[in-house]
C-alpha cells in the first residue's frame, strides 16, 4: 500500500496507476499515437524553456489567482476533457469534478465523458466547463448547448482536432475501440487487477451518459452505440460549424486544438473568446509542433482580442509557469488527472492538485515573482 507522502510527483502516480490498471485501460492514457514522436517533442520543447529569477527584486508571498471569463479560480490550471474517463476508474469525471471545485479550478467536461453533463454541473457548479465535439445531427449539437447552458455551465470548449481518430498501435492491437474486443489477453489482464475489476464490475460497463438520451434502442447494444456515434456525432468542424455554434451559444466559445496562426486568424475574425493552444497530448497528429513551438506567434496575432490558453505534456508545477511565462494565461492537464484517480481515486486528484500548488508556489517564489500574470518576464 503506497501512502500519499510517497507520492511526490507526477511519476509517482504514474507508477502507481500501472500496478492499478489492466495494461489496455494503461495504455488508453500514456499512449500518444503513430510513433508517439509528439510526446517527446512536447517533453523536449518543455525541458528547453528556462526561467530567470530576478532575486534582488522585492519579493511577497506569490498570488496564484486568475481571472479566467470573468471568474476569479485559486490557480491557473484546469482539468482537460478526458473521455471514456470510466474506463479508468468508475465515476472517474465525479472524482475530478469535485477536485476541480474544492480547489477553485476549472473543470472541463469531455462530451465523450461517461457522466452527464447534469451530474458534472452538481458536482462542479460553477467550475464546469463543457467540450463539445460538434455532432453531425444539428439538433443533437443544439440540445447539448442548452443542457449545457440550463445546467449553468457559460465556457464551451469545441475541440477541433479530431477530424480523424488517430491511430494509437496499442489500442489498435488490444482492441480498446467501441465496441471494446473482449480478447481473452484484454480478460486476463483484467484478472490481474482485482481492485480495478471489482469498482468496474459494480458499476457496470462504462457508457456515454451524454449521449444516451439521443440513442434510443441503440444504447442497449453496444455494437449500434458504436454505429450511432460513428455516424451522428462525427462531423468535420469548419469554420462554418463554428460560425454556427457562435450564433447559437451565448456563452463564452472557446476553441480547443489550434496550433497555427492561419487557424487563430481565423477564429479571432469569428470572435470566439478563447483559444486553447493544444496538440491534444500528442494524440491526434505525430508530426504536431508542440503548443510551446506556436504560443507566441499566435499570441502576437490575438492577444489584445481572445484570452489564450494551452495544453499538452505538463506534468509539474513548474511546466505550468513554462507555459505562463511564454504566453499561456492558463492551463489544462489530461493525463495527470488520469493517472492520479487511478492511482488514488478521489484523494489522488485533491492530492495532484495540491501537489501543482506547492509547486507553482514555489517557483515562484524561486524567481521572485509576484504573482503568475508576472511569469512572463522571467523568460530566460
Ligand atoms: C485519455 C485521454 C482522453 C482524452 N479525451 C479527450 C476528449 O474527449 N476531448 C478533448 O477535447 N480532448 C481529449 N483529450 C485531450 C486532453 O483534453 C488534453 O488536450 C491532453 O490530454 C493534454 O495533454 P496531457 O495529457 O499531456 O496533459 C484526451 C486526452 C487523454 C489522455
Known amino acids: 500500500m503506497t501512502s500519499l507522502s510517497q507520492i511526490q510527483c507526477l511519476e509517482d502516480f504514474k507508477r502507481l496507476a500501472k500496478r492499478k490498471l489492466p495494461g489496455f485501460a494503461f495504455d488508453y492514457i500514456e499512449e500518444g499515437c503513430n510513433d ?3 510526446i517527446r ?7 528547453e524553456v528556462l526561467l530567470e529569477p530576478h532575486y534582488l527584486t522585492s519579493y511577497r508571498e506569490p498570488d496564484t489567482q486568475v481571472n479566467l471569463f470573468g471568474k476569479a479560480y485559486a490557480s491557473p490550471f484546469g482539468i482537460a476533457p ?10 472517474a469525471s465525479i472524482m475530478h469534478a469535485r477536485g476541480a471545485k474544492q480547489a477553485n479550478i476549472p473543470f472541463v467536461l469531455s462530451t465523450v465523458a461517461t457522466i452527464s453533463i447534469e451530474q458534472a454541473a452538481k458536482e462542479a457548479g460553477d467550475n464546469f466547463w ?47 475501440s467501441v465496441p471494446p474486443k473482449v480478447s481473452v489477453s484484454n480478460v486476463l489482464q483484467a484478472a490481474c487487477r482485482p481492485h480495478w475489476s471489482m469498482a468496474t464490475l459494480k458499476q457496470g460497463m462504462p457508457e456515454f451518459a ?8 441503440a444504447a442497449n447494444n453496444m455494437q449500434d452505440a458504436a454505429n ?24 463564452n466559445l472557446i476553441v480547443k486544438g489550434v496550433l497555427g496562426v492561419a487557424d487563430a486568424k481565423d477564429l479571432a475574425l469569428l470572435q470566439v473568446d478563447g483559444l486553447v493552444v493544444s496538440n491534444h497530448g500528442g494524440r491526434q497528429l505525430d508530426a504536431a509542433a508542440s503548443p510551446l513551438e506556436v504560443l507566441t506567434d499566435i499570441k502576437q496575432l490575438v492577444a489584445e482580442d481572445l484570452l489564450l490558453m494551452a495544453d499538452s505534456g505538463i506534468a509539474s ?24 484517480v487511478a492511482a488514488k481515486q478521489q484523494i489522488g486528484v485533491h492530492h495532484y492538485i495540491e501537489l501543482l500548488q506547492i509547486e507553482l508556489q514555489q517557483v515562484l517564489s524561486q524567481l521572485h515573482c509576484n504573482d503568475v500574470q508576472s511569469l512572463i518576464k522571467h523568460l530566460g
Request: proline letters at 5%; charged letters at 20%.
Open 210 to 217: 451524454n449521449l444516451t438520451p439521443y440513442m434510443g434502442d
Open 317 to 340: 508545477g513548474v511546466d505550468v509557469a513554462r507555459y505562463l511565462a511564454m504566453g499561456a494565461e492558463a492551463v489544462l492537464l489530461g493525463r495527470g488527472f488520469m493517472y492520479a
Open 130 to 176: 463543457f467540450q463539445l465535439y460538434p455532432p453531425a445531427d444539428r439538433g443533437i449539437c443544439i440540445d447539448l448547448m442548452q443542457r449545457a447552458w440550463q445546467s449553468g455551465c457559460r465556457n464551451l470548449v469545441v475541440t477541433l482536432d479530431v477530424p480523424t481518430p488517430s491511430r494509437r498501435i496499442k489500442a489498435i492491437k488490444s482492441g480498446l
Open 228 to 251: 450511432f456515434i460513428r455516424t451522428t456525432m462525427r462531423d468535420v468542424v469548419d469554420l462554418h460549424y463554428l460560425q454556427w455554434i457562435r450564433e447559437h451559444w451565448q456563452g
Open 41 to 47: 517533442r512536447n517533453r523536449r520543447v518543455l525541458d
Open 36 to 38: 508517439d514522436c509528439a
Open 82 to 91: 478526458l473521455g471514456l474517463s470510466g474506463l479508468i476508474w468508475p465515476n
